[in-house]
């Protein structure tokens, strides 16, 4: 049975890209595409398409997947089933990965090799499993590996993959500089993650962090090293 597709994008290059491909392959049928979720949601909430997935292409900002992404679960409520969601997107920091499935999208792709890897994975999430970029996948299996050996801290559990990583250094002594030549990042950004890191966790210094970070395990490697 052939898979029905529904593009939403912001991006007026990345919805005719993302058609091009699609409608090379004979699985795939594209049942309509909308340029911004407006236009979008009227094709869907007007009409008698039944796409398997929709496809949210290049997004603005991490608030328009969810913005999208909450328009498209609400419009098939009263549906006995919706379709699929996976974003295609260039942007693939955690904030956005993590708002895309905390709204329920199954598949997160960005930086492909090739068409077939797209054709590829939105036949996978059609038939209802999950895919990710491997490069996304292997942040993603950090942060829950992590996440699993965090005691009930507050707000651990609500850091990103790269806040945790940052609190760790954090804990193991590291100031702001010495983190950002270690990650490569510069050091305004990662005065700007840790000061996020200390409104998640409730605390007002590096020394107060670094006892939580401490008391969940973290650091341990780093300082470690440091002693070394």
């Known amino acids: 049975m052939g898979i029905n597709l529904f593009i939403i994008s912001d991006n007026p290059v990345s919805l005719a890209g993302l058609e ?10 594209l049942v309509g595409r909308a340029l911004g979720v407006l236009d979008g949601m009227r094709w869907l909430e007007n009409s008698e398409l039944q796409p398997h997935v929709v496809i949210l292409g ?3 900002s991490k608030r328009s997947i969810y913005e999208n992404a909450q328009q498209i679960v609400s419009t ?11 974003v295609v997107s260039q942007n693939d920091d955690d904030d956005a990965v993590f708002t895309a499935l905390r709204v329920g999208v199954s598949g997160y792709l960005s930086h492909m090799r090739s068409s077939e890897e797209l054709l590829h994975s939105i036949e ?10 491997r490069t996304i996948a292997s942040r993603l299996s950090l942060h829950f590996s992590t996440v699993r050996i965090l005691p009930e801290t507050t707000g ?3 850091l990103t ?15 702001n500089h010495q983190i950002a030549r270690r990650i490569f990042l510069a050091e305004k950004t990662v005065r700007n993650y840790v000061s996020r890191i200390f409104a998640k966790l409730e605390v007002h210094d590096r020394a107060s962090a670094a006892v939580l970070a401490r008391d969940a395990g973290l650091g341990k490697e780093t300082r470690e090293v440091r002693t070394a």
Do not use: C, N, W
Request: hydrophobic content about 35%.
């Open 20 to 29: 091009t491909i699609i409608e090379q392959d004979d699985r795939f049928t």
């Open 58 to 60: 290049e997004p603005s």
């Open 76 to 86: 098939y409520r009263r549906h006995q089933t919706r379709p699929k969601m996976m």
């Open 124 to 133: 996978i999430v059609a038939k209802g499993g999950a895919v990710f970029s």
């Open 156 to 158: 651990l559990s609500e």
């Open 161 to 175: 993959s790269r806040e945790l990583e940052i609190l760790e250094l954090v804990a193991g002594g590291l100031s």
